[in-house]
């Protein structure tokens, strides 16, 4: 059984910074690009960051460039974000996915993803 475990969220106040983690259990997710979404309240959920299979390419949501980064490492089939200069409109539930395919390119499509995680919640205070 596949799972992806999200840890690492927590409240922070604006200005501040959190690493999110994310392993995967259950399967060797070392060749599919992964990624990383996120849902405030009473809104729609959306992509933060995506990453290749062996960490050559990234792409983030406009709203986090600069601010977020994410990366891997595949020897403990596990994927970070790490996010500095918090605003309080980063507030979300983040959550953590794993594209479907080997080898794919990242992609900002959850259609793309076919293994989630719960999710954790990050809330910045101003």
């Known amino acids: 059984q596949v799972q992806l475990v999200e840890s690492g969220g927590g409240l922070v106040q604006a200005g501040g910074s959190l690493r999110l983690s994310c392993a995967a259990y259950?399967?060797?997710?070392?060749?599919?690009?992964a990624g990383w979404f996120r849902q405030a309240p009473g809104k729609e959920r959306e992509f933060v960051a995506a990453?290749?299979?062996?960490?050559?390419?990234?792409l983030y949501a406009d709203s986090v460039k600069g601010r977020f980064t994410m990366s891997r490492d595949n020897a403990k089939n596990t994927w970070y974000l790490q996010m500095n200069n918090l605003k309080p409109e980063d507030t979300a539930i983040y959550s953590c996915?794993?594209?479907?395919?080997?080898?794919?390119?990242?992609?900002?499509?959850?259609?793309?993803?076919?293994?989630w995680g719960r999710g954790t919640q990050v809330t910045v205070s101003s």
């Open positions: 996915a794993a594209q479907r395919g080997w080898y794919a390119t990242v992609s900002p499509s959850e259609a793309d993803f076919g293994s």
């Open positions: 990453i290749t299979w062996n960490g050559g390419n990234t």
């Open positions: 259950g399967r060797t997710f070392s060749l599919y690009a």
